[in-house]
């Protein structure tokens, strides 16, 4: 972002002019093409297209260039690297995405930094392979994958935080890989994309006090396919038997519930405690360690993917890319 002129409003850069205003990447030896979204776009504008189109633009290009460098808003950083994380299948190059919280244009901004350290990732090699084969966003000296990761601070230069993942890798006077956290690429089978996306999800927060008309309302929103629930501690919610009747219901329409933590960090474990054994009992699907972020952008995709809930169930208990423990 830099600020306007006059109204010192913060708008889109022309990513064409990255060159001139961080100099250093001439003498960085690497051959760098840009490409600037059009229209270019705040972060919190992103959308399934942006998804869809930023996947093309990677396949298009991906046998001419050993990866891939996304400067993105924070806002949806998390939501765009999980949802390009899934998308992206058997992915052999770094898709690195990257931002900053001060615009590129101020004294002290964090731009310059991140988008330097994050090309040079971009472009390790290890044995004529990538170093990082994977969907990872960089920021403040950290390397983290994209799926794992969730915008934690509005103000410090340390924004995101991957809460129950260690980092790929740390910058200091020398890039540290932490190369058994990193997803290696298999030679087989060859790179593809999924482009299809189904939107048609939403986020139940659980909080004390939620009503059943409220519940009722979101569970019966026209073409709605799934839910991600966000819990307390390790999966809990109300045992109130209007709770579990509306939650059963919902299941056999065949929307899909998928139970997340409400807290930055750990896991749900249904079944610790009576609450979370009816939600189980009612058909709600576990979200082991995942973030909201990768559950709704998981569930958009997998439900763009297959046709049927069996399919969708199924690999929502299977870590894709690396995005939960299980």
């Not at 056999?252 to 610790?272: D, S």
């Amino acid at each position: 972002m830099v600020r306007h002129p006059v109204t010192g409003t913060l708008r889109p850069f022309p990513f064409e002019n990255i060159v001139d205003e961080i100099p250093e990447l001439k003498k960085s030896g690497f051959n760098l093409t840009t490409y600037t979204y059009c229209p270019a776009l705040d972060s919190a504008n992103v959308n399934p297209q942006v998804w869809v189109d930023l996947a093309n633009l990677i396949e298009e290009n991906y046998n001419r260039f050993d990866g891939f460098i996304v400067l993105h808003g924070t806002d949806t950083m998390a939501y765009s690297a999980s949802m390009l994380s899934f998308m992206l299948e058997n992915l052999k190059k770094p898709v690195i995405f990257t931002g900053s919280q001060l615009p590129i244009g101020s004294l002290r901004t964090d731009a310059k930094e991140n988008l330097v350290s994050a090309i040079e990732i971009a472009a390790s090699r290890k044995n004529n392979q990538a170093i990082v084969p994977e969907v990872a966003v960089f920021f403040q000296n950290k390397l983290f994958r994209g799926n794992r990761i969730t915008k934690h601070n509005a103000e410090e230069f340390k924004a995101f935080q991957s809460y129950n993942y260690p980092p790929l890798a740390e910058t200091g006077v020398h890039i540290k890989y932490n190369y058994h956290a990193i997803n290696l690429a298999k030679s087989d089978p060859p790179f593809s994309v999924s482009k299809k996306i189904d939107p048609n999800v939403v986020i139940l927060k659980i909080f004390p006090g939620i009503s059943q008309h409220v519940v009722r309302t979101i569970l019966n929103i026209e073409g709605l396919r799934g839910v991600v629930m966000e819990t307390y501690g390790s999966g809990n919610a109300p045992n109130d038997s209007w709770f579990i009747q509306e939650i059963t219901e919902a299941s056999k329409r065949g929307i899909i519930v998928l139970n997340v933590t409400q807290c930055a960090e750990g896991r749900v474990e249904m079944g610790m405690y009576q609450t979370s054994i009816l939600l189980a009992e009612a058909g709600i699907i576990s979200g082991q360690d995942i973030t909201t972020e990768a559950a709704v952008t998981k569930l958009m995709f997998l439900l763009g993917k297959y046709g049927s809930s069996e399919e969708v169930i199924k690999n929502l208990n299977i870590s894709l890319r690396g995005e939960m423990t299980v």
